[in-house]
């Protein structure tokens, strides 16, 4: 973790720069960087935290192994001194976006631009627009906060590596918690239309290795076959999906109201007249949040070890290993009532959704922390060619965090 220590002659730099003061102008800003999950994101970073340093803030980055990458947290404080910074509600997104490999876009993908009522660019609304709302909303927030009026701190959290596993967020979350700040609530604003996300499912990534040993295809019996005994595997993980999509507690709320078991690459063997001795494969679980990791993982390790036992019977070295990728937990709405209510005001609107991607809202919640997520534009835009936000959500987002600023004042 890093703590700012920005000279003097610093903060004179940062107040020479114009930063925007129109959302619209700040969602440009933030396309203009190339944050595509390999590349590092610290010019962006850098530049959000020289805008809050500018507004008097003080910002707190927490950077990544190799130091390339890094997530931005600052809080606006509250009270009648200005010198609370515990509590509150945080803001929350991520800088990284989807690579544009492969795709032909109609305008360049980190320029934005307007072609009627939309906003083009990679990062519009996943989840670029979000962020570039926050920021056009600070310096009123501070304004507020200097005259005392602020009734809870705001704090803005920033991260990266979303795309690739939601690796960020859990260095924001052990930084707060070390300074003792216990966020009251968080809103992530992943892309909903402005619609309220109460809960998301969990996603757990596995890596399936199978180990058998190599032989001429003529005399199969001197050999384990690695894919054979994947398919066996695989047989069983579709087995198990179908099973599970069964139970009676499913939840009904989701588009795919039940956890979901999926196959998704494999590699293996060199040449049909060798036994092969390796195959990989991927698995995909997607589930419920009342739902764990062990309601899969338990029974796959049990096949896992009768299927390795045959083959070791046969050649000891051989075996199947299983390593999880990624781990994202459910986003849950068990604890959210207070926070469900106080959006369900300030958006006019009393639906709840629950959906089966993963977003770092789980984190949060998996942190103590209620989470709800609400953020400009479609998910179904997100990761495509020629990635746009409406204007029209844009100015929608802009209206709700006037409301949500507005319940934070004093009057």
Not at 27 to 36: A, H, K, P, S
């Amino acid at each position: 973790m890093m703590r700012n220590n920005s000279t003097d002659s610093d903060s004179q730099a940062n107040s020479d720069i114009a930063y925007p003061t129109q959302s619209l102008d700040w969602l440009t800003r933030l396309i203009g960087f190339d944050t595509v999950s390999r590349h590092s994101n610290l010019a962006l970073i850098e530049d959000v935290q020289a805008y809050c340093e500018q507004l008097g803030l003080t910002v707190d980055l927490t950077f990544n192994d190799a130091k390339n990458k890094a997530n931005l947290f600052v809080t606006v404080p509250a009270g009648e001194n200005a010198d609370q910074l515990n509590h509150g509600l945080v803001l929350s997104g991520h800088t990284d976006v989807v690579p544009v490999d492969g795709q032909e876009w109609t305008s360049d993908p980190f320029t934005a631009t307007i072609r009627g009522d939309k906003l083009y660019g990679r990062g519009a609304c996943d989840m670029k627009g979000f962020i570039g709302c926050v920021l056009t909303l600070l310096p009123q927030a501070v304004k507020l906060s200097n005259a005392g009026q602020l009734r809870r701190p705001l704090h803005l959290a920033v991260s990266f590596d979303e795309e690739v596993g939601c690796l960020g967020a859990p260095l924001i979350l052990a930084d707060i918690k070390a300074r003792g700040i216990t966020p009251d609530y968080c809103i992530v604003g992943e892309p909903t239309n402005m619609a309220m996300v109460v809960a998301h499912k969990g996603i757990s990534i596995y890596r399936c290795r199978v180990h058998g040993k190599s032989a001429h295809s003529s005399l199969t019996a001197q050999g384990v076959n690695a894919i054979s005994y994947a398919s066996r595997l695989i047989g069983y993980v579709d087995e198990l999906a179908e099973e599970i999509s069964h139970r009676d507690d499913n939840d009904m709320m989701f588009d795919v109201p039940y956890s979901t078991l999926s196959v998704g690459t494999i590699q293996g063997g060199t040449a049909t007249n060798i036994v092969p001795n390796l195959c990989e494969f991927t698995f995909d679980y997607r589930n419920l949040p009342h739902m764990t990791q062990d309601d899969i993982l338990t029974p796959i390790q049990s096949k896992v070890a009768e299927l390795s036992a045959q083959m070791q019977a046969r050649a000891p070295e051989t075996g199947i290993e299983l390593i999880q990728a990624v781990g994202v937990p459910a986003m849950t709405d068990r604890d959210s009532a207070e926070l469900q209510a106080l959006i369900a005001a300030l958006t006019n609107d009393e639906q709840r959704h629950k959906v089966a991607y993963a977003t770092e809202g789980g984190q949060f919640t998996n942190a103590g922390i209620p989470t709800i997520i609400c953020g400009p534009g479609s998910i179904e835009q997100a990761h495509k060619v020629d990635e746009y936000v409406e204007l029209i959500e844009i100015e929608r987002c802009d209206t709700f965090l006037q409301k949500l600023l507005d319940s934070c004042t004093i009057k």
